[in-house]
């Protein structure tokens, strides 16, 4: 008897062998853009994206499920980053623009310290209504905290809908940031944070210390909200495309270890989505805990050295580049699907995904090769 | 003095790197001995970063500590000192405000001694295509993160072509997604995977 979606992920997840590669990519941008919803409503009304998700697959086969969703979670974006990212239809942006982080520095240097100081949250409000473009008040973040509530709300009877279909979020809006990654993308923008790491190390290690648990709750509350016990740990500006090994191992790695542990005893999966090249660190990632994570990667790293590292120690997930799902033929998709899903799938422990985010303006025919990969060769 | 002024921005020291140029201009060195010293030591920096040895973390903070020292050698140095090894044209492509790889890639190339005309983001073709005509500058280097950006990579290159400036100009390409396939959509001459590279590709 075929196993369920749920059953296929966890099992890989288990590093067990399913009873084939599951297909877990985060698809609604592409979706969306398919089926002609745009990308602000995709953000800002889950109903409309869900039903680019369904229109996609009736028409280019059904998937496992999803990973990281953008569906509704467009004004907990605008809300949770006191330097909120460029989102469509928001602050004169077009309504089908592709959404981006800002690198705008909001925190100077001499307020790392701070933040422990006077408390993540306090401190967090006050900087918020001093840089955010609409959140100016108290009142305004009360009115703007209600709403993102709502929309949490609809995301959750969008995962209950979702698994009553065979269909998994994987990580629903289950976003867990470690400090550094969240410091160097939201606080402190990526030039300013890496020079910083060699001139205030032990100030970040503070506002390290402080920042987090109230990180790790907004992960839990994601949770506890949706019913999905797993959670997305975004990395990119800690990975070795950026930072030392020296700097990877003394600030970085005891965040990664640390917030894995914390919802690992909590029954719960972290999924580390890792962007840029990680290969180098593989070997320190093994510290993390055993058999109980998925490291998810976007086609810049070595996946194929992941799984000989790291194999024995986490599933592993990935990687079709967006590159070749825009520029590439279906045949040169399936063919690199099929590689990936007999090299490492065949012993079990592996998930079939996009490199990151299915582009926008991937082609269909290369994003229904994907789909057909994984029953035609899994 | 200056040998140490290369060992001490190899070793990232910031502010005795800072130090010791003030001092060296102070007792009346070469400036321009100066700036060599410490193009050596980021060649240096450079060939650690190509062994692996190094990371992006530390060719930034090399970058940075050049930039400051050079800001204190400038002033000393006569108008008729040329040090420039020509002009590059740069910038992150229309539709796509990623600015991170192209800063790198800026900043590098004013430490190799390039006169680097940095137009920032979401850079329409004609501002870039204006921007060569001005500068006569030899090499484009286009920025995008987005798949999208592959497409206005292309219209780059196309007015490039259309303003009859191809043949004069190396274009050369890079951004996360980016690899060979992208080269040839866009009509490109090269990408870099980092930033060394592109650097290595703009020296032509």
């Known amino acids: ?29 592409f979706a ?54 460029v989102l469509p239809g928001v ?14 520095p909001v925190l100077e240097p001499s307020e790392y310290r ?70 160097s993308i939201m606080l402190r923008g990526f030039n300013d944070f890496t020079l910083d790491l060699f001139r205030y190390p032990e100030d970040i290690k503070a506002a390290s210390a402080a920042l987090k648990k109230p990180l790790w709750w907004i992960g839990l509350i994601g949770v506890k909200m949706t019913g999905v016990k797993r959670v997305f740990m975004g990395g990119t500006r800690t990975s070795a495309s950026v930072i030392s090994k020296k700097q990877f191992e003394e600030l970085s790695l005891p965040e990664w270890q640390e917030t894995s542990e914390y919802f690992v005893e909590r029954g719960i999966t972290p999924m580390l989505h890792f962007d840029s090249d990680w290969t180098a660190f593989f070997p ?35 990687d079709v580049p967006a590159a070749l799902l825009k520029l590439g033929e279906p045949e040169e998709v399936d063919a690199y699907c099929e590689k990936l899903i007999k090299d490492l799938g065949s012993d079990g422990g592996f998930i079939l995904s996009s490199g990151c985010t299915i582009p926008l303006d991937a082609k269909p025919e290369n994003v229904k090769a994907m789909i057909q990969s994984v029953k035609r060769h899994g | 003095m200056a040998e140490k002024i290369a060992q001490l921005i190899v070793d990232l020291e910031e502010e005795q790197t800072v130090a010791a140029v003030r001092t060296a201009l102070d007792d009346g060195t070469d400036p321009l001995v100066l700036v060599e010293e410490l193009r050596e030591g980021m060649s240096e920096v450079g060939r650690r970063f190509e062994e692996k040895e190094y990371y992006l973390s530390e060719l930034i903070m090399s970058a940075e500590i050049f930039k400051q020292a050079i800001a204190l050698i400038e002033p000393h140095i006569s108008g008729g000192a040329d040090m420039s090894k020509g002009a590059v044209v740069i910038g992150t492509v229309q539709g796509d ?52 950006a592959f497409d206005t990579m292309k219209e780059t290159v196309d007015a490039v072509a259309g303003a009859d400036l191809r043949d004069k100009v190396r274009i050369i390409i890079g951004g996360g997604p980016v690899n060979e396939a992208v080269v040839e959509f866009t009509g490109a001459d090269a990408f870099g995977k980092d930033a060394a590279e592109a650097v290595r590709l703009a020296s032509g």
């Open chain 1, 114 to 183: 701070e933040i422990g100081r006077r408390g993540v949250i306090r401190w967090t409000l006050d900087k918020t209504m001093e840089t955010h473009p609409n959140l100016n008040t108290k009142v305004d973040v009360v009115k703007e905290g209600s709403r993102v509530l709502l929309d949490m709300n609809k995301i959750t009877r969008s995962v209950r809908a979702w698994r009553k279909k065979n269909f998994e979020p994987l990580v629903a809006a289950n976003l867990v940031f470690t400090p550094m990654e969240w410091m």
């Open chain 1, 1 to 29: 008897m075929a196993m369920t979606s749920f059953e296929r992920i966890e099992a890989a997840t288990r590093l067990e062998k399913p009873d084939r590669v599951p297909f877990v990519p985060i698809i609604d941008m």
């Open chain 1, 284 to 318: 320190l990632l093994k510290s993390l805990p055993r058999r109980k994570c998925i490291l998810n990667l976007d086609g810049t790293s070595d996946i194929y050295k992941a799984k000989e590292i790291l194999g024995d120690h986490m599933c592993i997930m990935g």
């Open chain 1, 91 to 104: 602050r004169g942006v077009d309504d089908d623009a592709e959404w981006m982080f800002v690198e705008k």
């Open chain 1, 32 to 85: 969306c853009r398919y089926a002609g919803v745009t990308q602000h409503e995709m953000f800002f009304d889950i109903r409309r994206a869900d039903w680019a998700i369904q229109k996609t697959m009736d028409d280019l086969g059904t998937i496992d499920g999803m990973s990281l969703s953008y569906g509704g979670m467009g004004s907990l974006l605008d809300f949770i980053i006191p330097n909120p990212p």
């Open chain 2, 97 to 148: 405000i990623h600015d991170i790889g192209k800063n790198i890639v800026a900043s590098l190339l004013r430490c190799e001694g390039f006169d680097v005309h940095d137009l920032g983001v979401d850079v329409a073709p004609a501002a870039f295509v204006d921007k060569l005509k001005e500068t006569g500058a030899p090499v484009l280097a286009l920025s995008g993160l987005l798949t999208m």
